[in-house]
Every structure is written in C-alpha cells, then in structure tokens.
T-cell receptor, first 112, second 112 residues
Framework: KAGVTQTPRYLIKTRGQQVTLSCSPISGHRSVSWYQQTPGQGLQFLFEYFSETQRNKGNFPGRFSGRQFSNSRSEMNVSTLELGDSALYLC???????????FGPGTRLLVL | AQSVTQLDSQVPVFEEAPVELRCNYS??????LFWYVQYPNQGLQLLLKYLSGSTLVKGINGFEAEFNKSQTSFHLRKPSVHISDTAEYFC??????????FGKGTRLSVIA
C-alpha cells in the first residue's frame, strides 16, 4: 500500500499571503489529522477530520482551517500568513482515528 | 488533559552500547502509547505501540518498550545501537477521545 503523501514538499511564501497544503491518506483510512512542528513548540495538533467532518481541533487561530473530501483526501489552509507560521506541517492518517496514525513526509513552509 | 514528558532532550551514546530513552505520561483514563522516530528532513515513522495486552512491546529496528502503569512510564530501549539510529525520537499518547499528544522529543546521537 502506498503511504501518506503530502504536496507540495516545500513552499516559500511572504507575510500576508495564504497557502493550501494537501494530504492523501493511506487507502482505506478515513481519519486525517494535521500537526505543526516547530523547534520551539514541538509537535502540536491542528485538527482531525473523519468522514468529511472536523472531529477535533487544536488551539490555533481561525486563520488555520481544513477540510476533507469524500475520497478522504484532506487540505489545510492558512490565511494571512505570519512569520511564526514557518514550520513543518505533518499529515497523518488512520482507519478511524483512535489508534495508530501513519505520517506523511510533511510540507516545509517558510514565510518571509 | 493528558501530557507526555520526555526526560532527556539529548542522549549521546557510543555505537554498540545500550540505550534507554525515557517517557512519562499523565492521564486519568486508559491510554494508547507510541514511539515514533524522525530522521532529518523526514516525517515520523512508527517504531512501536502499546494498545493493550503484554506490557513489553517490540518494534522495528530492534527497539522495545515497556508499559508501566503504576509508574506511568513507557521507556524505549535498544540493547545495541547503530550509527543509523541517530535521529529524534518522540513518545506520544492517546487517551479517551483526545487527539495524539507528543512529548518534546529526545535527540539520540550515536558516536562511532
């Protein structure tokens, strides 16, 4: 089975712009979670989607949003980018979300 | 809310020596526990997991971990490390309906 894929792998944006990241889960997985990884804050949970519904949300401002499509693929969007949004964004998938999560390679976002 | 504490931020060890990476968690409900490894510029790879059953779990690359409920610990061990084990290791917990929570990570450096 193919693993979790994320596109793009690298992204450079400027402050004030918006960005959309994409995640394709492992075939058959219906839960997709997103995490932000930074040197200072470590790995922080952004949100989880299951069957196109947001099931859990972390403590991030409303500029961070996401959605899931009927084929379980997910996108996350960050509007009005700030310098502090520079991070590695990781997507993980699992069957139903309450067990083992498998991670993609991440999208590295740099905001200038 | 649950939390995870990785007691050592950095662990240097000589090649072929044993290593233990420590992890403690706090939760008032039953937990699922995980260890992930992250190599430079990559996503997270699952090393091993405890969901239920035997408290000693074996994972990939010769790693094992023991779930100790009374001490709320899930320490990771390997009897003989290799240069290729140099990476960052994350302990994580799921409790109840809350999302996956990670520790701050332990950087393992294997010295030739």
């Amino acid at each position: 089975k193919a693993g979790v894929t994320q596109t793009p792998r690298y992204l450079i944006k400027t402050r004030g712009q918006q960005v959309t990241l994409s995640c394709s889960p492992i075939s058959g997985h219906r839960s997709v979670s997103w995490y932000q990884q930074t040197p200072g804050q470590g790995l922080q949970f952004l949100f989880e989607y299951f069957s196109e519904t947001q099931r859990n949300k972390g403590n991030f401002p409303g500029r961070f949003s996401g959605r899931q499509f009927s084929n379980s693929r997910s996108e996350m969007n960050v509007s009005t980018l700030e310098l502090g949004d520079s991070a590695l964004y990781l997507c993980a998938s699992s069957h139903i979300g309450k067990e083992t999560q498998y991670f993609g390679p991440g999208t590295r976002l740099l905001v200038l | 809310a649950q939390s995870v504490t990785q007691l050592d931020s950095q662990v240097p060890v000589f090649e072929e020596a044993p290593v233990e990476l420590r992890c403690n968690y706090s939760s008032s409900v039953s937990v699922y526990l995980f260890w992930y490894v992250q190599y430079p510029n990559q996503g997270l790879q699952l090393l091993l997991k405890y969901l239920s059953g035997s408290t000693l779990v074996k994972g990939i690359n010769g790693f094992e971990a023991e779930f100790n409920k009374s001490q709320t610990s899930f320490h990771l061990r390997k009897p003989s490390v290799h240069i290729s084990d140099t990476a960052e290791y994350f302990c994580a917990v799921i409790a109840g309906n809350t999302p996956l929570v990670f520790g701050k990570g332990t950087r393992l450096s294997v010295i030739a």
